[in-house]
Nanobody
């Protein structure tokens, strides 16, 4: 049974930074594509960033240059470094691990507000 646990969310002022972590159980992590998604109130869940098993990355346009996704396979963990945050980044952030199946974490709240 694969489980994902996100952490690192919180309240931050505009222009601030947060680093989210997604820790996974199971031995297939290193072979998986892992992505971060977010869902703001009243909006659909959207893809934020993806990292493949080969460390190739993808970012949605609104976070390019501000967010960095990375992974540490030795720790079964994927990170999302978020810099220069703004109010539009406020959302619940979820990580997803994709192998033959998709696994989701429970989410972590990020609130950007002064």
């Amino acid at each position: 049974q694969v489980q994902l646990l996100e952490s690192g969310g919180g309240l931050v002022q505009p222009g601030g930074s947060l680093r989210l972590s997604c820790a996974a159980s199971g031995s297939i992590f290193s072979l998986a594509t892992v992505s971060w998604h977010r869902q703001a109130p009243g909006k659909e869940r959207e893809l934020v960033a993806t990292i493949t098993s080969g460390h190739n990355t993808y970012y949605t346009d609104s976070v390019k240059g501000r967010f960095t996704i990375s992974r540490d396979n030795a720790k079964n963990t994927v990170y999302l470094q978020m810099n220069n945050l703004n109010a539009e980044d406020t959302a619940v952030y979820y990580c997803k691990m994709s192998t033959r199946n998709n696994y989701w974490g429970q989410g972590t709240q990020v609130t950007v507000s002064s």
